[in-house]
């Protein structure tokens, strides 16, 4: 599977953007995706994740109520819109795909096997 994310920018606090990733190569209704960011000097951290069948959402505490992730597998397609932005969420983000795996794995990293290039967003205060 290819990912390949885009939309990122830069944005001031408060501000909106909408990452997207398209997936390709792959049976995209068969992978779980998520949303990873890496700031400067910090660990790559989950952000949310989408079950392949989209039953199931899980967001990070820290942007619970703000992000929204979707996906739409007509068209292949995994979203991430951001609303409310503040400068920690200043970051690379990245789209993931993993064949599905349990609930409990959905949060971390390595759990994921395929990895798009990364979009960066940028919040100024």
């Known amino acids: 599977v290819q990912l390949q994310a885009s939309g990122g920018g830069l944005v001031q606090a408060g501000g909106s953007l909408r990452l997207s990733c398209a997936a390709s190569?792959?049976?995209?209704?068969?992978?779980?995706m998520g949303w990873f960011r890496e700031a400067p000097g910090k660990e790559r951290e989950f952000v949310a994740a989408?079950?392949?069948?989209?039953?199931?959402?899980l967001y990070a505490d820290s942007v619970k109520g703000r992000f929204t992730i979707s996906r739409d597998n007509a068209k292949n397609m995994v979203y991430l819109q951001m609303n409310s932005l503040k400068p920690d969420d200043s970051a690379v983000y990245y789209c993931?795909?993993?064949?599905?795996?349990?609930?409990?794995?959905?949060?971390?990293?390595?759990?994921?096997?395929?990895w798009g290039q990364g979009t960066e967003v940028t919040v100024s205060s």
């Open positions: 993931a795909a993993t064949p599905r795996v349990a609930l409990s794995g959905l949060r971390s990293p390595a759990s994921y096997a395929y």
């Open positions: 190569g792959g049976t995209f209704r068969d992978y779980d």
């Open positions: 989408k079950r392949w069948s989209g039953g199931t959402t």
